[in-house]
């Protein structure tokens, strides 16, 4: 055989296997690029990464699989610190699949490994992203390594000369950094480089850096670069700081200084948040309210009326929330004005001038916080008056508007004439879902390989994906707190069989909760929603106070609930523990204010000596008045969370309501 036909047959053999090797990868079956996928991501899980990434690369290409498994790639090449592959692997992504919703992180992971190989093009990369896609985090985290390595090329090469209009640019990264992200995880980097740029740094700048390092807890630091700053700028901030370092005294000097002569030059929130903090630190927060009110002049004396107002004795309450409202018609806190108002109008039987006051309010302030609370009691009023179309018009409104609201639960509660606070004991326990019904066919092979790492980055800015994920990992207390700002989020609430619910009231632990709540004669529901507002269902909780666990007792109250029923050995950090004592106390707080969940709930958190206190003092005669007369403002909050909470484990896992 000569030579020719030697080199025919080769390339004939070698088209034959390419073209098995071509075939496996494009003719692949579904099934089979779910088992090659599923067993990747397991090699990957276990840190096989060389086996992972081959297994990665035979998916097909004809998958939609194959974008994802070319990004594991990348991160499977990364870990093995074969950064050549990852650069290929994600650089395949991005221009194959430039519209991926992993593509912008695949070039944001590929500018990364270019950092020490290629900076020029690491900053082209980065460049783009805060170009095309500004609103992201990975847009942030470019803008402090584009400053870095515009830094760099001048820094770190010989006899270069670093001409002041890239310094201006190279500034001009950090601070867009540090304003987007203050307490960043490169936040402290971008600091520590800006520092070394030799130029001269503006106060603003300086500000900037103060509050970082603030946020990062790093007070020493922080007082460092406020020294740097007009005082009259950083007041709020010197306060806050004052605070971590254990400053009191600085802490009275510096806010009665700001908000006597200097409260116009800062922002109104940062003014609040100052304003806090020296209140926690007055033994009588009314005189402390008092001293405050008389030193402002300007920007936060509406603030410190409301709280001055929310301080003072309950005689002249009403006068000071109408002093409030007819000064400051206009301000962020006129509805709390109005709706205080409209609530002494009521306990002073003045119901014509109630009722125009809420038309008035419910006018004026729609979109209000407070607009529940009215409209409910509006249709208290009308209930009273026997105008029974009214009353139910209102009650309606609120669970339509409001429908997990407190007043809804309320409403319900009117509406069908109910002698006390529970509706039921009973709730159906369905597990926690995906949060959205016929999720694209992507989506549903993701969860199907229980790839929760990249539905996570697919997710974008889904809150409820990001918390179903969280979900799923086991993290339940920041989970809840996701898919609850989520849902605040939602200015038209879904209705109770939405499966989002579930992701901001789940049934963590509830079967422990029943079976304790049963032996003890508590509802089991109630005493769930005391677990999720306690602890948001971590059992590691700690509160500033000590309160540890679940259902956040204290290390005394624990102890002795354990001596009363003879158990010797337990840890309030063990869940199973913590239900059983915190059933046991609830138990023992009912029997002691005769049976009474409102009162109980109220003792929960304020004390049982502060309750017995308050319904000698308070006048009231039902206990929508009670509760919203109580003196303590957290106590009464937590009195409508709690309820809260109970009524939409009611409302979503019952289904009657």
Not at 153 to 181: C, G, Q
Request: glycine share 4%; charged share 25%; proline share 4%.
């Amino acid at each position: 055989m000569d030579k020719k036909k030697i080199f025919v047959a080769i390339a004939l053999v070698g088209l034959i296997i390419a073209g098995v090797c071509i075939s496996a990868l494009v003719c692949q079956t579904p099934a089979r690029t779910k088992d090659i996928y599923k067993e990747a991501l397991s090699d990957m899980k276990k840190a096989n990464y060389s086996n992972a990434y081959y297994l990665f690369s035979k998916i097909s290409f004809l998958s939609t699989l194959k974008p994802i498994a070319i990004y594991h790639q990348g991160e499977c090449a990364d870990k093995l610190e074969d950064t050549d592959s990852a650069i290929k692997q994600y650089n395949l992504l991005f221009k194959l699949y430039p519209k991926h919703a992993l593509s912008i992180k695949a070039k944001y992971l590929t500018a990364q490994d270019l950092l020490e190989k290629n900076p020029k093009r690491a900053k082209k990369y980065f460049d783009e992203i805060i170009t095309h896609y500004p609103n992201t985090d990975y847009a942030i985290a470019s803008e402090y390594y584009s400053g870095l390595i515009l830094m760099k090329s001048y820094t770190e090469t010989p006899n270069a000369i670093f001409p002041m209009s890239e310094k201006d640019n190279v500034e001009n990264y950090f601070r867009h950094y540090l304003k987007k992200a203050p307490s960043g995880r490169l936040a402290l980097n971008v600091i520590s480089n800006w520092l070394t740029l030799d130029k001269t740094i503006s106060k603003d700048d300086y500000l900037l850096m103060a509050k970082s390092y603030y946020l990062f807890n790093d007070y020493h630091n922080a007082d460092k670069m406020l020294k740097n700053v007009d005082l009259s700028d950083s007041w709020p901030l010197e306060v806050l700081n004052s605070e971590g370092m254990g400053n009191v005294a600085r802490i009275k000097y510096i806010t009665e200084w700001g908000l006597k002569d200097h409260a116009s030059y800062v922002d109104k929130e940062d003014i609040y948040k100052a304003i806090d903090v020296y209140l926690k630190h007055v033994p009588d927060k009314y005189e402390g309210t008092k001293n405050l009110y008389n030193i402002s002049h300007s920007k936060g004396k509406d603030y410190i009326w409301d709280l001055k107002c929310s301080y003072t004795p309950s005689a002249y309450k009403s006068r000071c929330y109408k002093d409030l409202y007819l000064t400051f018609p206009d301000s962020d806190f006129a509805d709390d004005a109005l709706s205080q108002i409209f609530l002494s109008t009521i306990w002073n039987n003045d119901i014509n001038n109630a009722k125009k006051i809420g038309h008035d309010f419910l006018n004026k302030f729609k979109k209000s916080e407070y607009a529940p609370m009215v409209m409910y009691w509006m249709g208290r009023l009308a209930e009273k008056t026997h105008d029974y179309k009214d009353y139910m018009s209102f009650y309606r409104s609120v669970i339509a508007q409001y429908p997990d609201n407190y007043y809804a639960y309320r409403a319900y509660l009117h509406m069908n004439h109910a002698n006390g606070p529970i509706i039921t004991s009973y709730i159906k326990e369905t597990p926690v879902l995906y949060p959205y019904k016929n999720p694209p066919s992507i989506v549903n092979k993701l969860l199907e390989l229980r790839d929760f790492d990249i539905l996570e980055e697919l997710a974008g800015n889904d809150g409820f994906i990001k918390s179903w994920v969280l979900y799923e990992k086991g993290d339940y207390s920041h989970s809840i707190v996701l898919a609850r700002d989520a849902m605040e989020k939602i200015k038209v609430k879904p209705d109770k069989y939405d499966l989002r619910w579930r992701l901001v009231y789940p049934l963590h632990y509830y079967k422990d909760i029943k079976n304790y709540a049963d032996k003890v004669g508590n509802n089991p529901p109630l005493m769930l929603s005391i677990a999720r507002e306690e602890s948001y269902f971590n059992p590691s909780a700690k509160s500033m106070s000590g309160a540890l666990g679940l259902m956040q007792l204290m290390p005394s109250t624990a102890s002795e609930i354990a001596v009363k029923k003879g158990i010797k050995k337990y840890s309030l950090s063990n869940p199973n523990d913590n239900i059983m004592l915190g059933n046991y106390y609830y138990a023992y707080l009912k029997s002691m204010l005769s049976g009474m969940d409102v009162s109980s709930i109220a003792a929960y958190n304020g004390g049982i000596g502060s309750v017995n206190s308050w319904k000698k003092s308070i006048y009231y005669n039902d206990t929508d008045e009670f509760i919203e007369q109580i003196p303590y403002p957290e106590t009464k909050y937590y009195v409508k969370k709690v309820f809260r909470s109970y009524w939409n484990y009611v409302r979503i896992y019952n289904g009657n309501q």
